[in-house]
């Protein structure tokens, strides 16, 4: 069975989501932090560069994703590593291509957004929720299967 135990391939129903979680994941990163930088300067982005940088953090781990699961040999894993280097270089490389910094008078520069403890506080709740999240979607998940006689 395609995906059951044992099978180390990944079905395209499972890959399709899996690459684009792990894309959208990586871009997002990548342009919060762009967006949470203060400086005297307005960022603009050329829209074309940022679809493309988008486009190479999605497509990059959907061949990473099949290439470590449908392969065999030693050499799998680190080439699928390695196609996901690429996917978060590419992307990084082509979103700073596309933005273009235009400088403003110190003067007038708005501080704004959260101060330090306040982000780490909503960083630190976001991840503990993740966690929880995760930790009872893997409980529920080892209820559903069958139990193995000791």
């Known amino acids: 069975?395609?995906?059951?135990?044992?099978?180390?391939?990944?079905?395209?129903?499972?890959?399709?989501?899996?690459?684009?979680?792990?894309?959208?994941?990586?871009?997002?990163?990548?342009?919060?932090?762009?967006?949470a930088m203060r400086m005297p300067a307005t960022l603009h982005y050329d829209a074309g560069l940022v679809i493309l940088s988008v486009a190479i953090a999605i497509v990059a781990p959907w061949i990473a994703l099949w290439l470590t699961f449908h392969h065999d040999g030693g050499a799998r894993m680190a080439f699928g590593a390695l196609v996901m280097g690429v996917a978060v270089s590419g992307l990084h490389y082509t979103g700073m291509a596309a933005a273009s910094f235009v400088p403003t008078p110190v003067d007038a520069v708005v501080p704004m957004g959260l101060t330090p403890p306040r982000l780490g506080m909503v960083i630190f709740a976001l991840t503990a929720l993740a966690l929880l999240i995760a930790l009872l979607w893997s409980v529920a998940r080892s209820r559903q299967r069958p139990r193995r006689p000791a």
């Not at 059951?4 to 129903?13: N, T, Y």
């Open 1 to 35: 069975m395609l995906g059951g135990p044992g099978d180390r391939r990944l079905s395209r129903l499972r890959l399709l989501p899996a690459g684009l979680l792990a894309g959208v994941g990586v871009a997002g990163m990548h342009y919060t932090g762009m967006a």
